[in-house]
């Protein structure tokens, strides 16, 4: 029966859920009568523009109708909201008190808690009166903020660790976990403070009132349904094809040594080249070019490979104990947080004839765990205190057979080792920054402040840039590992639904602990390859699943026809994929599944007529406006062979002395870049469209996340209000960690100068203007361009501070300067060749 609902009411639902899951997306009802919804839709939107009256005729007039059917229900809840703001308590207390009998726990939850809100305390008799013995008892509030510690790890600013600024750790505490996941319950943080902006650009701005009736935050609460697992031995899978999988780990290995000898050698030879402009220029002896930068660095680079493969599992050890205190985990202590997990450990090695990895114990609150090493008889497991604390038994057993899977498939050393390498890059941006911030603070002298601000920013900002690009020959293989391992941990354990609830609960607590933190943490971002969840992933759909169900969120993920191809640049395959497979071999064991992705297929796009005006109006064609800069490439290509046509015709007729044109290799490496500008121009108006105040929305997080058919090129102009998070100084001088937390949320923002990255580095040149690192901690307005893909991030406007402030952003001035610059370079290649 439950198979036979739309995709409007997907069938995760539960028949108890119904009525809250309609109350925190409304648009997703799929109800037989249209006026109906259209009267508690104008109610509801009545209430919120404070119009009580006629809010209260329209929801009464629905509650009527459909007293006992969710739209009843719902306006049911908004008219205890306009009954108490226009000062009726005693309507409001009995309709409430009427909405506590409902079944459905979490609509009790909401009436319970809002009937102690309109009901005031008794004062205390004289006889109750506590006597002065010294004692003081407890209150309720006093309890409900011990629960708040206790339950969701959220304190008030002034009692939380502070991250350490060098190492970006924040100090461990037992009783700050973020998210006690050990309870079937898990409460949602609370919303950021709203920033009190006023802006010109639209009413929008301001954020939903908290207590609104069908706020996410309000009436939904994160439940798990505990889906059972398989007894003993489940019936095999389908064996898995390991030696083209390890063929293909050792290639990307390779792929990685190559670009990373292309970049030291671009180095080096820039390097020399800048020292003889400077000796030309100062005829000073120490600019004399470095010989040694003329070698070619290929032994060199085979040497220092085969050195961090060789010692992986020490260098890690002692990276890990610098920057985190890293601790050996005894067994003792695993069987207490998790006896299932030192079972399995037991048994797959004895199975497998391999030595129990060593295990690792990471002293931070955020619920990690990976694997590393070169060969599995020196392997390391590590996991954090935070997944020890926040997952159950059966999860944190599913997690370490997932790092078993690792080891056993021999995907752990490539991976070791590009994390070694990527690591040497990311720990001179990291320190670069850190002690460049420590130099300027002591100088007192102004330009001596300002030059070396300037050399340890532009050192950090090129660093971090080369851990970005040497990230790239091994994203293919991270993906294809994690569903490797996803699918040898269900087999090891027989638990996919436990899995299931483990990878939610560890994006869970990563969006928390960046919440709390107030940044990305520089361990988080550093490890993200080796992580179980990608950090760009936990970022908005980790927060976004407190407020609103888990399939709704990931609906894109296993809807979107295209999504595959907008995960090139992510280093973990989508959640949603992944807690679908998850469910399908749940399915093939004939279990219960944790949710119900496996029946929401996505719908076979029909087949669209082509026509030279549809393809001149680039209609149904996201794709290609996607892909528009490198699809441009192959346009090049087309002019490459129309120009060597022309040098053929002529050469054949010797009217003009054109032949050269023929085969000219000048014109084909010269057209590649100008395809690329043609591609880039015909995007950029899409990819950009004006924002206007009538077009710029105001969408929470789970609205945006739920929305199935929307690509990165459809841009959305949208407006968002919160509090800015991210690294402070040099350590985000590019904007590289900027997040924006709002009442439903976090999302990444993306920010680019106004005059490009001359004005990040150096930012004596934009005396006037702020930058958003000026923001960091206070409420904004963020105004841009949302993107919908494997991640969601907001290519900035704007960002409006509460005091005025405000931080420009240029992507669509550099997005066309790029395009130019690269006509520009493709011309001067054919003029040169042509001399």
């Known amino acids: 029966m439950l198979e036979q609902l739309s995709i409007d009411q997907p069938s995760y639902l539960r028949q108890d859920a119904i009525a809250i899951t309609v109350m925190a997306s409304p648009n997703n009802q799929n109800s037989a009568d249209s006026s109906l919804k259209q009267s508690l839709e104008a109610g509801l939107a009545a209430l919120k523009q404070k119009d009580y009256q006629r809010a209260i005729a329209l929801l009464e007039s629905v509650s009527q109708t459909a007293a006992n059917q969710p739209p009843g229900i719902r306006a049911q809840m908004g008219l205890v909201a306009a009954y108490k703001a226009t000062g009726n308590l005693q309507s409001a207390i009995a309709l409430c008190t009427s909405l506590t009998k409902i079944p459905n726990t979490q609509i009790k939850t909401w009436a319970d808690r809002t009937l102690t809100e309109l009901t005031p305390p008794r004062p205390p008799k004289p006889a109750e009166t506590p006597l002065k013995t010294g004692f003081v008892a407890f209150n309720s509030a006093t309890e409900s903020a011990k629960k708040t510690v206790k339950g969701d790890g959220l304190r008030p600013a002034s009692l939380r660790p502070t991250a350490d600024q060098k190492t970006g750790f924040a100090p461990l505490d037992p009783t700050s976990a973020p998210g006690n996941t050990k309870s079937p319950h898990i409460s949602p943080p609370p919303p950021p403070p709203k920033p009190a902006i006023s802006t010109e650009t639209t009413p929008d ?32 899978l389908k064996p898995l094809k390991l030696l083209e999988f390890r063929i293909e780990a050792f290639a990307s290995a390779i792929a990685l040594f190559f670009l990373a000898r292309f970049v030291l050698q671009f180095l080096l030879t820039n390097t020399n080249s800048l020292l003889v402009q400077l000796f030309i220029f100062t005829r000073l002896p120490i600019f004399q070019p470095i010989q040694l930068f003329y070698r070619d660095p290929t032994p060199f680079l085979q040497f220092v490979f085969g050195l961090l493969l060789a010692s992986s599992p020490w260098l890690t050890d002692a ?131 300002s030059a070396v601000r300037f050399i340890t920013a532009a050192i950090s900002a090129i660093s971090y840039g080369i851990y970005k690009l040497l990230r790239w020959p091994m994203l293919w293989l991270s993906r294809r590992r994690v569903y490797f391992s996803d699918r040898t941990s269900a087999e090891i354990t027989g638990n996919p639904n436990g899995l299931t609830r483990a990878i939610a609960k560890i994006a869970i607590g990563i969006a ?37 169900p888990l399939a709704q969120i990931l609906l894109w993920d296993v809807t979107n026809p295209h999504r595959t191809w907008l995960t090139i640049n992510s280093a973990h395959p989508l959640l949603g994929e992944r807690f679908k497979l998850l469910e399908l071999y749940a399915q093939f064991w004939k279990l219960e599944t944790e949710l119900d992705l496996a029946s929401l297929s996505p719908e076979q796009p029909k087949k669209a007529k082509l026509s030279l005006k549809s393809i001149l109006e680039f209609k149904d064609s996201t794709l290609f406006l996607q892909g528009a800069p490198f699809f441009g490439i ?60 009538q077009e710029t929305t105001s969408p929470s997080l789970p609205e945006i996340l739920s929305n199935p058919e929307t690509w990165p090129v459809d841009a959305q102009p949208v407006q968002l209000s919160g509090q800015l998070l991210g690294r402070a100084g040099i350590e985000n001088w590019l904007g590289q960690d900027l997040i924006l937390q709002t009442a439903t949320g976090l999302v990444r923002l993306h920010y680019v100068s106004r005059i490009g990255p001359i004005g990040s580095l150096y930012p004596f040149l934009l005396k006037q203007t702020t930058r958003p690192i000026d923001l960091i901690g206070k409420p904004v307005v963020a105004t841009g361009w949302l993107r919908r893909g494997a991640t969601v991030a907001i290519d900035l406007e704007t960002l409006r501070s509460q005091e005025g402030k405000v931080s420009d952003s240029g992507h669509p001035i550099w997005s066309a300067i790029l395009a130019f610059a690269a006509a520009v370079w493709g011309a001067y290649i054919i003029i040169q060749g042509g001399r």
């Open 512 to 548: 928390a602990n960046i919440e709390q933190q107030k940044q990305t943490s520089f361990f988080l971002e550093s490890f993200d390859l080796l992580l179980p969840v990608g950090v760009a992933q936990a970022v908005t759909l980790g927060g976004a699943a407190l407020r609103a």
């Open 205 to 236: 701005t301001e954020t939903s009132d908290e207590n609104s009736p069908g706020s996410p935050t309000d009436t939904y609460q994160l439940t798990w349904r505990e889906a059972a697992r398989t007894a003993k031995n489940p019936r095999p």
């Open 634 to 693: 192959p346009m090049g290509l087309g002019i490459v062979g129309l120009l060597w046509m022309v040098g053929w015709l002529f050469s054949k007729t010797s009217i003009w002395q054109l032949d050269w044109l023929l085969g000219d290799r000048s014109i084909f490496w010269g057209c590649l870049p100008i395809g690329f500008c043609l591609g880039t121009l015909i995007r950029i108006n899409y990819f950009f469209p004006d924002i206007t105040p």
């Open 319 to 449: 990276l890990l104990k610098l920057f985190c205190g890293i601790e050996t985990l005894r067994g003792s202590v695993l069987s207490k947080h998790s006896k299932e997990a030192s079972r399995v450990l037991r048994s797959f090695c004895t199975k497998q004839n391999m030595p129990v990895p060593v295990l690792k114990l990471l002293p931070v609150n955020v619920p990690v765990a990976f694997s590393y090493g070169c060969l599995p008889r020196f392997a390391r497991i590590a996991v954090s205190q935070g997944l020890l604390d926040q997952l159950t038994d059966d999860e944190i057993a599913t997690i370490f057979a997932r790092e078993l899977a690792h080891i056993s498939h021999w995907d752990f050393a490539p991976m070791s080792l590009a994390m070694l390498v990527i690591q040497i890059p990311y720990l001179i941006y990291w320190q670069t920054a850190y002690w460049g911030e420590r130099l300027c603070d002591l100088m007192t002298i102004d330009f001596l402040r």
